[in-house]
């Protein structure tokens, strides 16, 4: 049990009946009640289910957009509970390899039950990839995978202050070794910090009020150390949200990437990927929310069209930038089937593209 948090967490005490909000963009969203399904080795969505475990999202699509050669070099970039690893190793022959990344303690531990020579798991966050790769003496791999965005369990521990479903400690780091928390920031952060982070990461546009709402509370001697606190203070400032949502939603949100740095790191590990995929490697990336979506979107778009010189610019069509990635597909989202068994998986969006032979 952590300090101040009890083995049967309550919920927080928010009211939801408010005016909703029209127009407003697709974001990550989980709703307040649901029951997933308990993977294993062999996942399916015919198992049975169970509540507070985890289902891994677009499974067979992820992995069938690898095109998995039986010999080739594998990356996970986030493990999570190994969903997406054990149908790679599934696939896999005796000469192929994995490598699987998390910077997030539980789910080191949760690796430790792969007993797989050709599996190897580092607690590090996928920022890290080319580095960590290299000092095991790997320069090119056959495939990437990315599944972004917060897992099931993160979210259904209260202590890991994730989720306004509880009142629990408000931490929000995926790797809790290390980092400051949500409750730290804000207890330092200023106001107009806090404004841009809420109203970029969050989409919030009730952002100034909601900053405005948490300053007061800071100053008036309450710091907000908790997730029922912050949900309370957001809840009365934010009059309008879209139906069936939590009006702190967004700001949870926006708290949680700017603690993880998530989108930063997103922008430095897509120029890795390419860099480490081999000729014909396939790159496939899971998204959860628009600002991710986008970032991976215009990244293979800008690879896919290299020719950014002027207009009748006098050159060659030889002599004209190639695209080193090339889309597969369109983007791909999960079927009725997998959103009703598993409603967070609803706004996910799956993006393919393969590494052309132009170095």
Do not use: W
């Not at 948090?5 to 919920?11: E, F, H, I, L």
């Not at 790797?175 to 919030?204: C, H, M, P, W």
């Not at 959860?288 to 986008?294: A, G, N, Q, T």
């Not at 989202?333 to 993006?351: D, Q, W, Y």
């Amino acid at each position: 049990m952590i300090k101040g948090v009890n083995s049967a967490p309550t919920k927080a005490s928010l009211s939801s009946k408010r005016a909703p909000l029209k127009g407003a963009d697709k974001l990550e969203k989980y709703p307040l009640e649901v029951s997933v399904l308990n993977p294993n080795q062999n996942q399916s969505l015919n198992e049975a289910s169970s509540a507070n475990s985890h289902i891994t999202v677009l499974l067979d699509e992820a992995v069938h957009a690898l095109a998995i050669k039986p010999d080739g070099i594998y990356v996970d970039g986030t493990f999570g509970r190994g969903g997406h690893s054990r149908k790679i190793l599934a696939q896999l022959g005796d000469a192929g390899c994995l490598i699987a990344f998390d910077r997030d303690l539980s789910a080191i531990e949760a690796g430790k039950a792969i007993d797989d020579p050709r599996f190897s798991l580092v607690h590090s966050h996928f920022a890290a990839m080319q580095v960590k790769l290299s000092e095991m003496g790997i320069l090119k791999v056959d495939g990437i995978l990315l599944d972004l965005g917060i897992s099931s369990p993160q979210i259904d521990e209260a202590s890991r202050g994730f989720s306004f479903r509880y009142d629990a400690p408000l931490d929000m780091r995926m790797d809790q070794s290390s980092g400051q928390t949500a409750a730290e920031f804000l207890g330092r952060t200023s106001e107009q910090q806090l404004t841009e982070v809420i109203k970029n990461y969050g989409e919030e546009r009730f952002a100034k009020s909601i900053t405005r709402a948490i300053i007061k509370e800071r100053n008036d001697g309450r710091a907000i150390t908790t997730t029922g606190h912050l949900a309370q203070i957001v809840a009365s400032v934010v009059t309008r949200f879209e139906p069936g949502q939590n009006p702190a939603t967004r700001t949870f949100q926006a708290l949680r990437i700017f603690v993880n740095q998530e989108l930063e790191e997103l922008s430095l590990t897509m120029p890795q990927c390419l860099a480490l995929l081999a000729p014909h490697g396939r790159l496939a990336v899971i998204s959860f929310h628009s600002l991710e979506d986008r970032m991976v979107k215009q990244f293979i778009r800008d690879q896919e069209n290299r020719d950014d010189l002027p207009a009748n610019f006098p050159v060659r069509a030889a002599d004209l930038p190639q695209p080193k990635l090339k889309s597969v597909g369109k983007a791909i989202k999960p079927g009725a089937r997998e959103v009703k068994l598993n409603p967070r998986s609803r706004s996910a969006v799956l993006r393919v593209a393969e590494r052309t032979s132009v170095v």
